[in-house]
């Protein structure tokens, strides 16, 4: 079964479909020539201009731990993606309760309904590469799928990650689940919206991700606030690669197996802003600021090699290319980003 026709008449879940990833891999689907891709978003941290109009695509606003959104779900999919999280680790610091009624308990309800679909060939987990990777700010090494795993964790955002895995490989062992947990490096690229969704508490409602928060402020001239000087580093994967790597987990992944979707190479944030400065023509200064009192995930980057032996998958784009390509889509939807951005005016006026 090849990339290019395993999708071809199939009925296909993506559960949180109108975020950032999820909406890239509808599009990359739908060039498959799929019968059918249910998308299933609360629009909590999402936008539906993210979701194509096709009629190919069918749209559920709801959340999949309500009982008739889990009852409406046809009984002969091909396909589920879960990509549904709280979005990021600090709004999980903030309301932890939040994180684990829309991170972890998606997960454990979507696994309990699709246990009793049996013409799954595949589910794919969006797990996390943070919820495992070492702690340091020495030089790193790669982190692989057969790391050990702490019970320090940083966030509840990361913890629900890796519970999520841990329920996966339950609904594996004792109902068969065909699951495969897909962990993420930081994915960036187009449909990142600034501001997407409801207010979730923190400003980070609004200032997302480094990389989208980064191009916004660099377009308009802003200096890029670099938390201790910079010097942390991730493993930066464009989105169209972490999609097609997501493809690649259904077509090709080991039922219960994990892999990681990642470039394997390490980019501190001290050279994304110069980058990303660079793409823009920004000439304002960086502002240096310390590390922030909760985070000690230092320097990380992922071991590829199972991903490129077992499923093929290799990323294609490089971060200056994505980065451009960041900066151009950022341009292009500059109204639709402002727009999200303005509706939470006010909560971010009163956080001062």
Same mark, same amino acid.
């Given at each position: 079964m090849t990339q290019e026709t395993g999708f071809k008449n199939a009925r296909i879940l993506v559960a949180g479909g109108a975020g950032f990833v999820g909406s890239n891999l509808v599009h990359m689907l739908l060039a498959e020539d799929p019968k059918q891709i249910i998308v299933v978003d609360n629009l909590l941290s999402s936008d539906e201009v993210n979701v194509p109009s096709d009629k190919r695509v069918k749209f559920v606003v709801g959340s999949v731990t309500d009982t008739q959104v889990l009852a409406n779900l046809p009984d002969d999919l091909d396909y589920a993606f879960n990509l549904v999280c709280y979005h990021g680790n600090q709004s999980s610091i903030a309301n932890p309760m939040a994180d684990h009624d829309n991170n972890l308990l998606p997960a454990l309800t979507l696994f309990d309904r699709l246990k009793d679909i049996k013409t799954l060939r595949r589910v794919v987990y969006a797990a996390a590469a943070c919820a495992v990777a070492e702690k340091t700010y020495d030089d790193p090494s790669p982190t692989t799928e057969e790391q050990p795993v702490s019970l320090v964790h940083d966030s509840p955002y990361s913890i629900s990650k890796l519970v999520g895995e841990l329920y996966g490989n339950y609904f594996h062992i004792r109902h068969g689940l065909p699951i495969v947990k897909a962990r993420f490096?930081?994915?960036?690229?187009?449909?990142?919206?600034?501001? &997407?969704?409801?207010?979730?508490?923190? &400003?980070?409602?609004v200032w997302r991700n480094v990389t989208p928060t980064f191009v916004w402020k660099s377009l308009n001239g802003e200096s890029l606030p670099l938390d201790n000087g910079g010097n942390t580093s991730r493993d930066f994967i464009f989105v169209e690669d972490m999609a097609r790597g997501l493809m690649a987990c259904a077509l090709r992944g080991e039922a219960g197996g994990v892999y990681n979707l990642a470039t394997g190479r390490e980019t501190t944030i001290l050279e994304l802003a110069n980058a990303i400065n660079a793409a823009t023509g920004n000439k304002s200064p960086l502002d240096l600021k310390p590390a922030r009192d909760w985070d000690r995930s230092g320097k990380r980057f992922a071991s590829t090699e199972k991903a490129r032996t077992q499923l093929g998958f290799e990323a294609k784009v490089s971060i200056q290319e994505g980065i451009n390509r960041t900066v151009e889509w950022t341009r292009q939807n500059t109204a639709v980003i402002q727009t999200c951005m303005d509706q939470h005016r006010k909560q971010l006026s009163q956080l001062g």
């Open positions: 490096s930081n994915v960036y690229g187009p449909r990142e919206i600034l501001g &997407a969704g409801r207010w979730r508490g923190t &400003a980070h409602t």
